[in-house]
């Protein structure tokens, strides 16, 4: 079991920034495919941004050029830097951890881009 805790949701203005945080619980963080999902109101959740355990990064077209996906597998820590945020970005993000069939989520943690 894997417990995971989000933090660093905010309330921004159109335009700014926010890093997104989450740190994982156990000693094989630096095995798992990490990723940032994200869930508006009354809308699906969707992938936002996954990096592998070799580094390999990939981004939703929404975000491409925005938001970067990083990692710190010596703090097992999972980051989102979101620059450039728009009122569609608006949701509650989601980290996850995957390996091979095993698939851990986080509590979630509210990101509001509004003037």
């Known amino acids: 079991q894997v417990q995971l805790v989000e933090s660093g949701g905010a309330l921004v203005q159109p335009g700014g920034s926010l890093r997104l945080s989450c740190v994982a619980s156990?000693?094989?963080?630096?095995?798992?495919?990490m990723a940032w999902y994200r869930q508006a109101p009354g809308k699906q959740r969707e992938l936002v941004a996954f990096?592998?355990?070799?580094?390999?990064?990939n981004y939703a077209d929404s975000v491409k050029g925005r938001f970067t996906i990083s990692r710190d597998n010596a703090k097992n820590t999972l980051y989102l830097q979101m620059n450039s945020l728009k009122p569609e970005d608006t949701a509650v993000y989601y980290c996850?951890?995957?390996?091979?069939?095993?698939?851990?989520w986080g509590q979630g943690t509210q990101v509001t881009v509004s003037s």
């Open positions: 156990g000693s094989r963080f630096s095995s798992y495919t």
């Open positions: 990096i592998t355990s070799g580094g390999s990064t």
């Open positions: 996850n951890a995957v390996l091979v069939d095993w698939s851990f």
